[in-house]
């Protein structure tokens, strides 16, 4: 139990840092701050229960970015474990399918 409450104030605290201490990206992205972007309504917080520690997703739906932490029960350090642009990723038709691929589906609707 002490370990869950603990899990859950780090990822509390790494919500608020996140958002409280979020700086506009620079114009040469061409991302603009319209529409609250990087406010705590838009994040989406997961966590996660791994063998020796837990895992906190942070997800912005707006700027389709996700970062990914994982917090030592024992110590309470918290480390970034990866950060990715997931924009890009959800552009692509199919990844990683199987058959049949969209594709394929689309051919043989289109062929009546």
Request: charged fraction near 20%.
């Amino acid at each position: 139990m002490k370990n869950a409450v603990l899990g859950i104030l780090v990822g509390v605290g790494l919500l608020t840092a996140f958002v409280g201490g979020e700086v506009p990206p620079p114009e040469a992205y061409g991302q603009s701050a319209v529409g609250g972007v990087g406010t705590a309504q838009n994040l989406i917080a997961l966590v996660t229960d791994l063998d020796d520690r837990e895992q906190l997703t942070l997800i912005d739906p707006t700027t389709r970015v996700m970062g990914i932490y994982h917090i030592n029960r024992e110590s309470g350090k918290v480390e970034l474990k990866s950060v990715r642009d997931f924009r890009w990723d959800l552009q692509m038709v199919e990844f990683n399918g199987v058959s049949p691929l969209p594709g394929e589906i689309r051919a043989l609707l289109e062929q009546r």
